[in-house]
């Protein structure tokens, strides 16, 4: 995955999540830390798919790569752009951005599975949830290759 496989152009995203940057999640420069950067975009990422979800099935990770385009630091306000692009039979692929003052600080892409819970094994989608993906404002085409 590199630059041009995600879009840095925050219009792109039809969804978009806002948090700041804590004091917790910078090191003693106020350099945010990696991690938090995996957390904000999990933030993100759970805001969209909280009910999509119930207590026998559940969305879960089953890949998820960051890159890393220039620092943040604290105090400052973050934005990530959202965009559901592509929807498989048993998963889905979500790209994000996330953008400091409206310029591009770090891209994320999250393979998803459709899972069973209880048995912990990949579901093929019910086909009422997959017209649901593709009717809401998140699915769309991405600048991904």
Request: hydrophobic content about 35%.
């Amino acid at each position: 995955m590199t630059k041009k496989d995600i879009s840095t152009n925050i219009n792109k995203y039809p969804h978009k999540f806002f948090e700041h940057v804590r004091w917790g999640d910078t090191d003693g420069y106020q350099h945010v830390n990696n991690v938090s950067i995996s957390r904000y975009f999990e933030s993100a990422r759970v805001s969209i798919i909280r009910d999509l979800e119930s207590k026998e099935f559940s969305l879960v990770i089953v890949n998820f790569t960051i890159n890393y385009y220039s620092q943040i630091f604290y105090p400052n306000k973050i934005q990530i752009g959202s965009l559901l692009s592509k929807i498989g039979d048993s998963s889905i692929t979500i790209v994000q951005a996330l953008f400091v003052k409206n310029k591009c600080k770090s891209t994320a892409k999250s393979i998803m599975a459709y899972a069973d819970l209880k048995n912990e094994k990949a579901q093929k989608m019910p086909e009422d949830l997959k017209s649901r993906l593709r009717k809401s404002n998140i699915y769309g085409a991405s600048d991904e290759t």
